[in-house]
T-cell receptor, first 113, second 111 residues
Framework: NAGVTQTPKFQVLKTGQSMTLQCAQD?????MSWYRQDPGMGLRLIHY???????DQGEVPNGYNVSRSTTEDFPLRLLSAAPSQTSVYFC????????????FGSGTQLSVL | AQSVTQLGSHVSVSEGALVLLRCNYS??????LFWYVQYPNQGLQLLLK??????LVKGINGFEAEFKKSETSFHLTKPSAHMSDAAEYFC?????????FGTGTRLKVLA
């Protein structure tokens, strides 16, 4: 079982560069989400999706775009990276019933210089 | 608005002592509540969850939590700390299509 797969695991960007963090799940989960984790701030929700074609903003959406063209994939795009986006990013999914737990990917450590 | 507050960003206990990690939630209706654990350089693992079936919830590794609606709390406890419990713990709630996390509590276990 692959579960939730995130790529890359590590990335270094220069200010102003763009990139896409990939997230894929093979559990046919309707719900997918992106979080960033910063020291002392816990996990903050960036964007989430309740199904293919449906996305919405979380707590800290500025500077990030998402799309959900398939049930399996939920990429996170940084259009113009800023040092404030240096963080660890986690993708997570669940079947869609909010009583179910989130399944987490292993994370992407991003540094923006 | 849905929110979760964890009191104490760092907690230290001696090995064998009681572990108590505090979580309070804010919601117009009782939400679903979760405790996750994160070991260094790893993702988050579910410890336990509350879904209204029972107010006292037992999880993995000897942890349990009690849902108290009157106090809007969902504190995590373990009777006897073990060195392997050293990790960061996150309380979370779900509702209105979102899972919201607290800021985390780092547990240190002293020998």
């Amino acid at each position: 079982n692959a579960g939730v797969t995130q790529t890359p695991k590590f990335q270094v960007l220069k200010t102003g560069q763009s990139m896409t963090l990939q997230c894929a799940q093979d559990m046919n989960h309707e719900y997918m989400s992106w979080y960033r984790q910063d020291p002392g701030m816990g996990l903050r929700l960036i964007h989430y999706s309740v199904g293919a074609g449906i996305t919405d903003q979380g707590e800290v959406p500025n500077g990030y775009n998402v799309s959900r063209s398939t049930t399996e994939d939920f990429p996170l795009r940084l259009l113009s990276a800023a040092p404030s986006q240096t963080s660890v990013y986690f993708c997570a999914s669940s079947p869609g019933d909010l009583s179910e737990k989130l399944f987490f990917g292993s994370g992407t450590q991003l540094s923006v210089l | 608005a849905q929110s979760v507050t964890q009191l104490g960003s760092h907690v230290s206990v001696s090995e064998g002592a009681l572990v108590l990690l505090r979580c309070n939630y804010s919601s117009s209706v009782p939400p679903y509540l979760f405790w996750y654990v994160q070991y260094p350089n790893q993702g988050l693992q579910l410890l336990l969850k509350y879904t209204s079936a029972a107010t006292l919830v037992k999880g993995i590794n000897g942890f349990e939590a009690e849902f108290k609606k009157s106090e809007t709390s969902f504190h995590l406890t373990k009777p006897s700390a073990h060195m392997s419990d050293a990790a960061e713990y996150f309380c979370a709630s779900s509702g209105t299509y979102k899972y919201i996390f607290g800021t985390g509590t780092r547990l240190k276990v002293l020998a």
